[in-house]
């Protein structure tokens, strides 16, 4: 239908599935490119004529010139990661003006406090703890739903109204940073928060908007509009591994609240994963390979988190958790990445995996069990396993083009996830991408 045309991608397991490069690869006939959810606790690397952009907040589409990249009332901003990031772009040539950057005003600021908190949490949280990011993002969207969180607008206000609005958000936490042991130092003096603000407001007030209005126009004429979601399906406040989830909801519903968008105006939603599984953190992970074979899985794929550097676990691709994602992320189609990373990892290991069904109370089933805390017990994955690896021409075109085993790993993703893969990825640059 005429009408839509909104591109929503986003991540099948546990984030850092290579979203910013498909989003980065689909906005090539956008007009806007948006983050919706989650902060600066996604990172992605893309490769763009041969030049290396990392990134945590913008979305990737600044990159090009005659793309809008927009930051929607559902992220939660660090202003000084933002100024950063501004910084690090203009240095590399980009030019950054509100007609490329523009920044809900309702969006949620994250400060100082919300890091200590995080920390403080996960402290007292032990054994038990997320192994969040520390980026602060937990703490601030709570601010945001005990309604005494600090938003982009607020930037704009006089002084002294900033000053009320912190004052009254840091009351309850300073009681708390007082009560815990060695958190004593983080107790906040509401004038240096002020203070930081106002500094940063100089930088910011510019791309401070009513995005609302530039989305409307957009999806009045029609103009492609791509969301690069953040996090993945596992990671899901409601759907995911809770408590061992992130705090905003990356699935696909999520991703068009948080900008703003109705469902019709959704033309395609396209589903990222790895040929192989990762994740950073706590929490569930079936096909994880805690052994020399996910040593090897990690070294092949350069799997160290861009945004903490922590060693990412690793493990086989799990086609139960695609399955999933397909209905409840309302997925069209897979972008499967690190096709030449899997062959590699076949060369050295002998073989590779998918997983294709769990083994959970004597029984074989194709959903995600999620009453493992009741049972105590973890699903056994269920493999089909390719003997050997492939290695993937670094100039092939297309899908012709790819070693029978790699065809044969595709077909197999694509009968177990019943999702047809129509992007494949096997390198880190924008250009090693097959489109079918
Ligand atoms: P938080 O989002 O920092 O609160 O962290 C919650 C959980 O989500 C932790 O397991 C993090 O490692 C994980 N997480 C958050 N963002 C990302 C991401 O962009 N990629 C991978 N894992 C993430
Ligand atoms: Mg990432």
Redesign the pocket.
């Known amino acids: 239908m005429k009408d839509k045309n909104v591109t929503v991608i986003v991540g099948c397991h546990?984030?850092?599935e290579g979203k910013g490069r498909a989003a980065f690869f689909e906005s090539k006939d956008a007009s806007i490119v948006v983050r919706s959810t989650?902060g600066n606790?996604?990172?992605h690397t893309i490769v763009y004529k041969g030049k290396k952009y990392a990134m945590h907040l913008i979305p990737g589409g600044i990159i090009r010139k005659n793309v809008l990249s927009i930051i929607g009332p559902g992220v939660v901003v660090d202003t000084d990661v933002l100024i950063d990031e501004i910084k690090m772009l203009k240095e590399a040539g980009i030019n950054i003006t509100p007609d490329k950057l523009a920044i809900s005003g309702r969006a949620h600021l994250i400060l100082p406090y919300h890091k200590d908190l995080d920390r403080l949490q996960e402290v007292l949280k032990g054994d038990a703890k997320?192994?969040?990011?520390g980026?602060g993002?937990?703490p601030a969207y709570a601010d945001k739903t005990n309604r005494i969180g600090i938003r982009a607008y607020d930037l704009l206000l006089p002084e002294e109204e900033i000053y009320a609005k912190v004052e009254l958000a840091v009351e309850v936490h300073n009681r708390l940073f007082k009560a815990v042991s060695g958190f004593e130092e983080c107790v906040v003096n509401p004038k240096e928060i002020v203070n930081k603000l106002v500094e940063n407001a100089k930088v910011l007030r510019e791309f401070i908007v009513n995005t609302d209005k530039i989305i409307s126009k957009a999806l009045e004429n029609n103009d492609k509009i791509v969301i690069e979601g953040?996090?993945a399906y596992r990671?899901d406040i409601d759907h995911g591994d809770y408590p061992?989830?992130?705090?905003s909801s990356p699935n696909t519903s999520g991703t068009l609240s948080g900008i703003g968008i109705g469902p019709r105006y959704v033309d395609k939603v396209i589903g990222v994963t790895k040929a192989y599984c990762s994740r950073?953190?706590?929490?569930p992970f079936f096909t994880e390979e805690d052994n020399e074979i996910g040593d090897i899985i990690r070294k092949l794929g350069h799997e160290y988190g861009t945004?903490t550097g922590r060693p990412r676990r690793c493990g086989w691709l799990d086609c139960v958790i695609l399955k999933s994602a397909k209905t409840t992320m309302g997925i069209d189609y897979l972008c499967l990445n690190h096709l030449d990373t899997i062959g590699k990892i076949g060369n050295t290991i002998g073989e590779v995996k998918v997983c294709i069904a769990y083994e959970y109370l004597n029984k074989v089933i194709t959903y995600i069990p999620d009453d493992i805390e009741i049972t105590l017990l973890k699903p056994t994955p269920i493999y089909e396993t390719i003997k050997g690896g492939w290695r993937v021409n670094p100039k092939c075109k297309s899908y012709d083009d790819l070693p029978i085993k790699a065809k044969q790993f595709i077909e197999l993703v694509e009968k177990y996830s019943g999702l047809p893969v129509k992007y494949i990825g096997f390198g880190a640059d924008n250009k090693d991408t097959i489109v079918r």
């Open positions: 546990w984030g850092d989650g606790n996604a990172g997320v192994g969040t990011t980026r993002i937990g953040a996090q990671l061992m989830v992130t705090s950073v953190g706590n929490g945004t």
